[in-house]
């Protein structure tokens, strides 16, 4: 006779294991699947892309213009190191990511700026002259 129970044998264990393997291999899936949030504006003479990547460096960025396609990426390797005096741990953190935009045709793409600073990288690419909003004028009549 076959007897199918619906309860774990080992309750605590199950859910140990569960807890050890399924939450850090999910963890790792989120930290490795990180892409930064963006934010992105139009303004009366420019552009403004805000990518939000804290604890990085203006040095792990590389930002690149091909066909009106701006590309910015990231790839970033740590490695920490622990000894103790019976065992060394080694942890290894590795961060990649890559965000593409198609630029408008009122962009102009001489004109493209970068800033680093508290954890926001900051892309500004300035309208062309024909494309920013003029200011209100009046228009006398003959």
Not at 64 to 85: H, R
Not at 92 to 120: H, V, W
């Amino acid at each position: 006779m076959l007897v199918k129970r619906n309860f774990p044998v080992f309750p605590t264990f199950d859910r140990v294991f569960d807890d050890i393997f399924n939450n850090d291999i999910n963890n790792i899936f989120d930290k490795l699947n990180t892409v930064p949030a963006v934010n992105i504006k139009e303004r009366d003479k420019d552009f403004v892309i805000e990518l939000a990547a804290p604890g990085m460096k203006k040095e792990d960025f590389e930002i690149e213009l091909d066909n009106n396609i701006l590309t910015v990426s990231s790839k970033k390797k740590e490695e920490k190191v622990e000894e103790k005096s019976n065992y060394t741990k080694r942890e290894f953190n590795y961060c990649e990511f890559q965000r593409m935009f198609t630029l408008p045709e009122t962009a102009n793409i001489e004109d493209i700026k970068a800033e680093y600073s508290a954890g926001i990288l900051v892309l500004s690419i300035a309208k062309k002259p024909e494309a920013q909003i003029q200011p209100k004028r009046k228009i006398d009549i003959n």
